[in-house]
């Protein structure tokens, strides 16, 4: 088991990193943060917006589902947003320079290292 900054960290490890935050979608307040190149705490206020929009819709839409993770494509770079599979109402946030990553990689290890942490 990690712990929020220990998962942070193994997530900086990814080819092509630049931050992470680990963020309580209920409030949009960051648990943790690591890295640069992006305001974060903007950046989790407004994600979690985008992951609040996501579950309306999939309630409007009957479907009996949960979000894996969602994946925006900005022209320089990936930003996943993975939701806890291990505490209802977080979600991890990365941010990936697009020249720099492999974008499976980073979807796997952001996956792995959420099975792992602990809060």
């Known amino acids: 088991m990690a712990t929020i900054k220990q998962t942070l960290?193994?997530?900086m490890t990814v080819d092509g990193a630049l931050c992470t935050a680990?963020?309580?979608?209920t409030s949009g307040m960051m648990l943790g943060?690591?890295?640069t190149g992006?305001?974060?705490e903007v950046a989790a206020?407004?994600?979690t917006e985008v992951v609040r929009a996501k579950n309306k819709t999939m309630r409007a839409l009957g479907l009996n589902d949960v979000i894996e993770d969602?994946?925006?494509t900005l022209g320089k770079q990936y930003h996943i947003l993975r939701p806890s599979?291990?505490?209802e109402g977080v979600y991890l946030y990365v941010v990936l320079d697009k020249a720099r990553s492999n974008l499976a990689m980073a979807r796997r290890k952001v996956q792995d290292v959420d099975k792992e942490m602990t809060f």
Do not use: H, M, Q, T
């Open 70 to 72: 969602i994946l925006i």
């Open 9 to 11: 960290d193994e997530i």
């Open 33 to 35: 943060s690591a890295g």
């Open 45 to 47: 206020a407004g994600n």
């Open 85 to 87: 599979s291990r505490k």
């Open 22 to 25: 680990v963020v309580d979608s």
């Open 38 to 40: 992006v305001d974060l």
